[in-house]
């Protein structure tokens, strides 16, 4: 059943016709509570709270799979708003931007004229950029490009995903580099993708595992407890330092434990999406659980 679920929510997640409507709706199906804002003026209070509250935080500006030279202008451009401000009202953030909005699939030469000029501007107000990783189709096309991007600035990071087979060979080829593993939120072919749940988990843990023994950090970007203890377990153990790594989740996930975790002293990051293209995202956060159904027909009701 899960699987179904899963299989039907990545689908609507990827239809063109919904994510383009879905833009002129407003925030409906309960992604307000998973959305910061349609506007970055509207996310700056749920911003300043978790900052507040002694949570750092990632700002996505929604939106992936761009086919148009204008959209992905726009897109760019909008980022470096945000970059300003952040910086204009003080908030302790970096950005994370997926390289299909910045124009990857329109025009290769210029996305990278845009993610360059987002890490210029994020290293003049002394942040960093975070990659996104989309789906596998971009994915050694993404890993080239940071390559590149990596020869010029040291203010750059990656996600590497745990469903990937190449995994742990992609997290040792990226030593130094700061890197979120996360298990992965795309439906993937077996050939390059494992399958099994409990495999990934185990993968995602060997992977974050590498990292800290490689002396990198490491963020770990998770609702499960399990592995959250796991991990904090084997820090413990290896004297890795709490420097040294930071646990993340989404907005409006699990609010009480990203709080416990502040409180038990560990850096804490919270992705903070905003914007008006929020369908797809909030289409495969309602694929990973089936009790975001539930959450959403709520939603639907009181919106
Ligand atoms: P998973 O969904 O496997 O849940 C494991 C267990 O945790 C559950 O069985 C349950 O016990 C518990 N649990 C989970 N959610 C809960 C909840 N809301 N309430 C109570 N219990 C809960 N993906 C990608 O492909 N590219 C990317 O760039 C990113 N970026 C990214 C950033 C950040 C900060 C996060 C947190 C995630 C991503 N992802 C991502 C998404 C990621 O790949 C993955 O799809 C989701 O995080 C879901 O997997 P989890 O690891 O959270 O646990």
Same mark, same amino acid.
């Given at each position: 059943?899960?699987?179904?679920?899963?299989?039907?929510?990545?689908? +609507?997640?990827?239809?063109?016709?919904?994510?383009?409507?879905?833009?002129?709706?407003?925030?409906?199906?309960?992604?307000?509570?998973?959305?910061?804002?349609?506007?970055?003026?509207?996310? +700056?209070?749920?911003?300043?709270?978790?900052?507040? !509250?002694?949570?750092?935080? @990632?700002?996505?500006?929604?939106?992936?799979?761009?086919?148009?030279?204008?959209?992905?202008?726009?897109?760019?451009? !909008?980022?470096?708003?945000?970059?300003?401000?952040?910086?204009? &009202?003080?908030?302790?953030?970096?950005?994370?931007?997926?390289?299909?909005?910045?124009?990857?699939? *329109?025009?290769?030469?210029?996305?990278?004229?845009?993610?360059?000029?987002?890490?210029? $501007?994020?290293?003049?107000?002394?942040?960093?950029?975070?990659? /996104?990783?989309?789906?596998?189709?971009?994915?050694?096309?993404?890993?080239? +490009?940071? /390559?590149?991007?990596?020869?010029?600035?040291?203010?750059?990071?990656? *996600? +590497?995903?745990?469903?990937?087979? !190449?995994?742990?060979?992609?997290?040792?080829?990226?030593?130094?580099?700061?890197? $979120?593993?996360?298990?992965?939120?795309?439906?993937?072919?077996?050939?390059?993708?494992?399958? /099994?749940?409990?495999?990934?988990?185990?993968?995602?843990?060997?992977?974050?595992?590498?990292?800290?023994? &490689?002396?990198?950090? @490491?963020?770990?970007? @998770?609702?499960?407890?399990?592995?959250?203890?796991? *991990?904090? @377990?084997?820090? =413990?153990?290896?004297?890795?330092?709490?420097?040294?790594?930071?646990?993340?989740? =989404?907005?409006?996930?699990? &609010?009480?434990?990203?709080?416990?975790?502040?409180?038990?002293?560990?850096?804490?990051?919270?992705?903070?999406?905003?914007?008006?293209?929020?369908?797809?995202?909030?289409?495969?956060?309602?694929?990973?659980?089936?009790?975001? *159904?539930?959450?959403?027909?709520?939603?639907?009701? !009181?919106?």
């Amino acid at each position: 059943m899960h699987k179904l679920n899963r299989d039907f929510f990545l689908y +609507l997640s990827k239809n063109k016709l919904l994510n383009k409507n879905a833009k002129r709706w407003g925030l409906k199906l309960g992604a307000s509570k998973v959305v910061a804002g349609l506007t970055i003026e509207d996310s +700056l209070q749920p911003l300043q709270e978790l900052n507040e !509250s002694g949570r750092m935080i @990632t700002l996505d500006h929604l939106g992936e799979f761009v086919y148009e030279e204008e959209e992905a202008i726009e897109a760019f451009q !909008s980022s470096m708003e945000a970059l300003d401000f952040i910086k204009e &009202n003080d908030i302790d953030c970096y950005l994370s931007v997926k390289l299909t909005k910045l124009g990857l699939d *329109v025009d290769e030469g210029l996305c990278m004229k845009h993610i360059r000029a987002l890490l210029e $501007r994020a290293k003049q107000y002394d942040t960093m950029i975070n990659i /996104d990783m989309e789906d596998y189709a971009h994915y050694d096309q993404t890993l080239d +490009l940071l /390559d590149e991007l990596r020869k010029d600035y040291d203010n750059i990071g990656i *996600v +590497l995903q745990a469903y990937i087979h !190449s995994g742990v060979e992609d997290t040792n080829r990226l030593k130094g580099m700061k890197i $979120r593993f996360v298990k992965g939120a795309y439906k993937e072919d077996a050939s390059v993708a494992i399958q /099994d749940k409990k495999k990934i988990d185990e993968h995602m843990l060997e992977m974050i595992k590498t990292h800290m023994l &490689n002396e990198s950090y @490491t963020a770990i970007a @998770t609702h499960d407890h399990e592995l959250i203890e796991k *991990v904090k @377990t084997f820090a =413990l153990e290896n004297g890795i330092p709490r420097e040294m790594f930071e646990f993340q989740m =989404l907005y409006g996930f699990r &609010n009480d434990v990203q709080l416990q975790l502040v409180k038990d002293g560990y850096r804490f990051r919270t992705y903070v999406p905003y914007g008006k293209d929020w369908y797809g995202y909030f289409m495969r956060r309602l694929a990973e659980r089936p009790q975001n *159904v539930a959450f959403a027909f709520r939603g639907m009701l !009181s919106k």
